[in-house]
């Protein structure tokens, strides 16, 4: 029973990781992008990006997923989107909000001298950005974003709003037909050992950037 209870919680954890994947892969540039919208010269734009980074970081993961789920048949009357579909859009959009503030703030917490110092060097607003500030940023931003991508791993499990068949719906499936209760606490293990090694890989990472330390 154990090895089959595993082997099944194994293959919902599949769809977690699945989501977990997709959502970096997608956010992370999209994050990026938001940010400098956020922070455009062009007021309209810029006050536009604010609002709906507000919007989205303002209200719960579940009610996005609900509204992409079912808001566009209910409003248009399009039911094309499968749930693993409609999962991965809400959390896209969700996590590139939140990573978004994380990149303005790093850009922002760079002093104006860096960039003047390359501009006096010849370089363009494009060179400044990627050949002075990125590393700079990126070495600010690690822990924040860290902390953010762990919470994603948890808050996949928000996919069982909209029944999408991840790991924990497969435990509860085991508690309605089974009677089960030990594989709903079990599968907190899988969430565990995930977080461990991405905490262990986020501590060499912050390591690594950490060369003002001797």
Same mark, same amino acid.
């Given at each position: 029973?154990?090895?089959?209870?595993?082997?099944?919680?194994?293959?919902?954890?599949?769809?977690?990781?699945?989501i977990?994947?997709?959502?970096? *892969?997608?956010?992370? %540039?999209? !994050?990026?992008?938001? /940010?400098?919208?956020?922070?455009?010269?062009? &007021?309209?734009?810029s +006050?536009?990006?604010?609002?709906?980074?507000?919007?989205?970081?303002?209200?719960?993961?579940?009610?996005q997923?609900?509204?992409?789920?079912?808001?566009?048949?209910?409003?248009?009357?399009?039911?094309?989107?499968?749930?693993?579909?409609a999962?991965?859009?809400a959390?896209?959009?969700?996590?590139?909000a939140?990573?978004?503030?994380?990149?303005?703030?790093g *850009?922002?917490?760079i %002093?104006? !001298?860096?960039?003047? /110092?390359?501009y006096?060097?010849g370089?363009s &607003?494009?060179?400044? +950005?990627?050949?002075?500030?990125?590393?700079?940023?990126?070495?600010?931003?690690?822990?924040?974003?860290?902390?953010?991508?762990?919470?994603?791993v948890?808050?996949?499990?928000?996919?069982?709003?909209?029944?999408?068949?991840?790991?924990?719906?497969?435990?509860?499936?085991?508690?309605?037909?089974?009677?089960?209760?030990?594989?709903?606490?079990?599968?907190?293990?899988?969430?565990?050992?995930?977080?461990?090694?991405?905490?262990?890989l986020?501590?060499y990472?912050? &390591?690594?950037?950490?060369?003002?330390?001797?």
């Amino acid at each position: 029973m154990f090895l089959t209870v595993t082997k099944t919680l194994l293959e919902g954890f599949s769809t977690n990781i699945f989501i977990f994947c997709i959502t970096l *892969i997608l956010a992370i %540039p999209l !994050g990026l992008v938001i /940010a400098m919208g956020s922070m455009c010269k062009f &007021k309209p734009l810029s +006050f536009l990006t604010r609002v709906f980074v507000w919007i989205i970081r303002g209200t719960p993961l579940m009610l996005q997923l609900i509204l992409v789920m079912y808001g566009p048949g209910l409003i248009w009357g399009y039911n094309g989107l499968s749930r693993i579909d409609a999962t991965l859009i809400a959390f896209v959009i969700n996590y590139a909000a939140y990573f978004s503030e994380i990149y303005r703030g790093g *850009i922002e917490s760079i %002093p104006k !001298g860096q960039y003047e /110092a390359g501009y006096v060097l010849g370089l363009s &607003k494009v060179q400044v +950005f990627f050949k002075v500030v990125i590393m700079q940023v990126v070495k600010r931003i690690v822990a924040p974003m860290s902390n953010e991508i762990i919470t994603l791993v948890k808050d996949t499990s928000l996919a069982n709003t909209i029944a999408v068949i991840e790991i924990t719906r497969t435990a509860q499936n085991y508690i309605a037909e089974r009677a089960l209760i030990w594989p709903l606490f079990y599968s907190g293990a899988f969430y565990l050992l995930f977080c461990g090694i991405l905490t262990i890989l986020f501590n060499y990472i912050e &390591k690594k950037f950490d060369y003002y330390r001797g």
